[in-house]
């Protein structure tokens, strides 16, 4: 399936509903983006926008490709200078971290309030990073007297998390590594595949999502890398 630009598409179809899942957080003007939706619209419909919620602050509050990250009052005022109302927001049934807001333009606009205040939503978010800061130190302290090659596997979002929020280990790199091109982010560090690089030729430390990390670790050890010479990141 070809990917077409929201402004770029015919505005002669007029659409009822338009759902957009985990794009708004991504974009420079959200504000014009939901303009953009507004033009593929017929008059009396609706628009259902999901990003990540503020309501539970979790690493993807720290993803470095998010331009902006929402509470439940600025997505309202967003919405407003869009010329719609937030008429309800809610957390998603499939992902208690993707929260659900539903745009119209026929009702009035209705008190909106976050359900974290803003001082909160700060703390939990200084939270993560000092994780971070601490996880930059800890690898450090177990790589000190380590002179070979460094490889973290994962050019994903986690991977952007460690390459911001714990740069001193980063810097160490000797590259990324990934089973698969197909999906990788852009770093400042070389990317190669696993199946070219020589097992045990280093440490390789396991960057990835702690669902995922298992079944990396698997196909290391499958792959003839031994498990002193693997770093899970917990």
């Known amino acids: 399936m070809s990917k077409i630009k929201v402004r770029r598409l015919p505005t002669k179809k007029k ?14 003007n959200p504000v014009k983006f939901i303009k953009n939706i507004d033009k593929l619209l017929s008059e009396k419909s609706f628009i259902l926008v999901c990003c990540p919620t503020q309501t539970k602050i979790t690493n993807e509050t ?22 719609f109302v937030l008429d309800k927001d809610f957390i998603s049934s499939w992902d208690k971290f993707t929260h659900c807001y539903l745009l119209k333009k026929t009702k009035k ?13 700060i703390m939990y978010r200084k939270s993560i990073v000092d994780k971070y800061r601490i996880l930059d ?15 973290l596997f994962g050019a ?36 190669n595949l696993i199946r070219d690089i020589k097992p045990n030729s280093g440490v390789i430390v396991i960057g990835v ?26």
């Open 15 to 28: 659409f009822e509903f338009v759902f957009s899942n985990n794009v708004i957080e991504h974009t420079s």
């Open 62 to 83: 720290l993803f470095i490709d998010h331009v902006f990250h929402f509470s439940e009052q600025s997505f309202k005022m967003i919405a407003n200078k869009a010329g």
């Open 109 to 121: 606009q209705k008190k909106i309030k976050n359900r974290i205040s803003a001082k909160t939503a």
């Open 137 to 151: 130190d800890q690898l450090l302290n177990k790589l000190i007297n380590f002179k070979g090659n460094i490889y």
């Open 156 to 191: 994903g979002e986690l991977s952007q998390i460690i390459r911001c929020y714990a740069p001193k280990f980063f810097d160490r790199l000797s590259s990324l590594v990934v089973s698969d091109l197909k999906g990788a982010r852009l770093f400042n560090k070389k990317i």
């Open 209 to 234: 999502r702690k669902d995922k990390a298992d079944k990396v670790l698997t196909n290391l050890l499958k792959l003839g890398w031994s498990k002193n010479k693997i770093i899970k990141i917990n």
